[in-house]
Structures are given as structure tokens and as C-alpha cells.
């Protein structure tokens, strides 16, 4: 509700600035300062949002769990080709086996074309997955990848392999 007296004032402003022309004279570089002021105050709190508040006091500071990629198992994937055909569509279950809530994964994913058992790599991809689950739950997830393709040519014997390179979560 504080926004009421900045929206207040800024009207009352404009009234008087239209109202009279020696007060125009007076509040346009007035305003210009305001304005550029708040500007850098914005900026400033920009610049120092990201960094963590101080050692010294750590009970006002919060722990974040430390997750691995072995606290989530991957069920059930499968990859099938999807338009553009460059993209894959990949479904699969994630079951979090920690003792903590899960925020987010990244699923970083091989593609190789392995016609009589000599492979060629395709690509390379990977993917945030937001996915959040409570401890000890398994939800379904879906994403898309995409290789380069530059003849068109679908891999013959497509071999895939994937690995989760990185967890977040947070307490429950």
C-alpha cells in the first residue's frame, strides 16, 4: 500500500506542472533528478541481490541441502523423434530418493548413431528440468533435445545415453 503516496504525489505533480508554467520550470529538472536517482538506487540493489548476507551471523544465514545426482534415479526413459526433425521428445519418471525436496535437474543427454556396432556421435544436449518432488516421491517429466541433423538423415541405430549433472532442492 505504500505505492498509494509515489502514485499520489506523481499526479499531483502532472496537475500543477500543467496547471502553471513556473512550476513546470522548476519541477522538469527536479523530476530528471528524482528519476535518475532511483535509477541508480535500482541499480545498485540489482548488483548486490545475489550476494549471500554475512559469515559472521550464521544463524540468519539458510543451509542449502546438498544434493547429488545419485539422491535421484531416472525410470522409464524413452526418446522418440519429434518435429523439427532435429528434436527429440524425452518422457521418464524421477524418483528423489533424498531426505530433502527436489527443485530442479539437469539431464545432460548422447546421441550416437551406431550402425554395426561402431558408433558416431551425433550430439550433445542438455536440459533444466524443474521438477519439484517431495522426499521419497517419483513424479513423470517430458522434455525436448535437439542435435544437429545437417544431411537430414535419421541415425540408423540410434544409441542414447543421459546422466544427471546436476541437483537442487531445498528443506522440506
Same mark, same amino acid.
Given at each position: &500500500?505504500? =505505492?498509494?503516496?509515489?502514485?499520489? +504525489?506523481?499526479?499531483?505533480? $502532472?496537475?500543477?506542472?500543467?496547471?502553471?508554467?513556473?512550476?513546470?520550470?522548476?519541477? %522538469?529538472?527536479?523530476?530528471?533528478?528524482? $528519476?535518475?536517482?532511483?535509477?541508480?538506487?535500482?541499480?545498485?540493489? =540489482?548488483? !548486490?541481490?545475489? #550476494?549471500?548476507?554475512s559469515?559472521?551471523?550464521?544463524?540468519?544465514?539458510?543451509?542449502?541441502?546438498?544434493?547429488?545426482?545419485?539422491?535421484?534415479?531416472?525410470e522409464?526413459?524413452?526418446?522418440? *523423434? !519429434?518435429?523439427p526433425?532435429?528434436?527429440y *521428445?524425452?518422457?521418464?519418471?524421477?524418483l528423489?530418493k533424498?531426505?530433502? !525436496? /527436489?527443485?530442479?535437474?539437469?539431464?545432460?543427454?548422447? /546421441? %550416437?548413431d551406431?550402425?554395426?556396432?561402431?558408433?558416431?556421435? $551425433?550430439?550433445?544436449?542438455?536440459?533444466l528440468?524443474?521438477?519439484?518432488?517431495? +522426499? @521419497?516421491?517419483?513424479?513423470?517429466?517430458?522434455t525436448?533435445?535437439?542435435?544437429?541433423?545437417?544431411?537430414?538423415? %535419421?541415425?540408423?541405430?540410434? #544409441? =542414447?545415453?543421459? #546422466?544427471?549433472?546436476?541437483?537442487? @532442492? *531445498? &528443506?522440506?
Open positions: &500500500m505504500i =505505492w498509494i503516496f509515489p502514485a499520489i +504525489a506523481g499526479l499531483l505533480i $502532472v496537475y500543477f506542472a500543467m496547471r502553471s508554467s513556473r512550476f513546470r520550470h522548476f519541477a %522538469e529538472p527536479v523530476l530528471s533528478l528524482m $528519476v535518475a536517482a532511483g535509477l541508480i538506487s535500482a541499480f545498485v540493489i =540489482w548488483i !548486490n541481490d545475489g #550476494k549471500s548476507t559469515i559472521a551471523d550464521p544463524e540468519t544465514q539458510q543451509i542449502q541441502p546438498t544434493l547429488t545426482p545419485q539422491d535421484i534415479a531416472l522409464g526413459m524413452t526418446f522418440a *523423434r !519429434n518435429r526433425d532435429t528434436s *521428445r524425452a518422457t521418464g519418471t524421477v528423489n533424498s531426505g530433502f !525436496n /527436489l527443485e530442479y535437474f539437469r539431464l545432460s543427454v548422447t /546421441l %550416437e551406431c550402425p554395426n556396432d561402431q558408433c558416431k556421435t $551425433v550430439g550433445q544436449d542438455a536440459a528440468i524443474l521438477a519439484r518432488i517431495p +522426499a @521419497g516421491q517419483s513424479q513423470a517429466f517430458e525436448f533435445f535437439t542435435f544437429p541433423n545437417p544431411y537430414g538423415v %535419421e541415425p540408423a541405430a540410434p #544409441k =542414447w545415453s543421459y #546422466k544427471v549433472t546436476e541437483v537442487r @532442492g *531445498r &528443506m522440506p
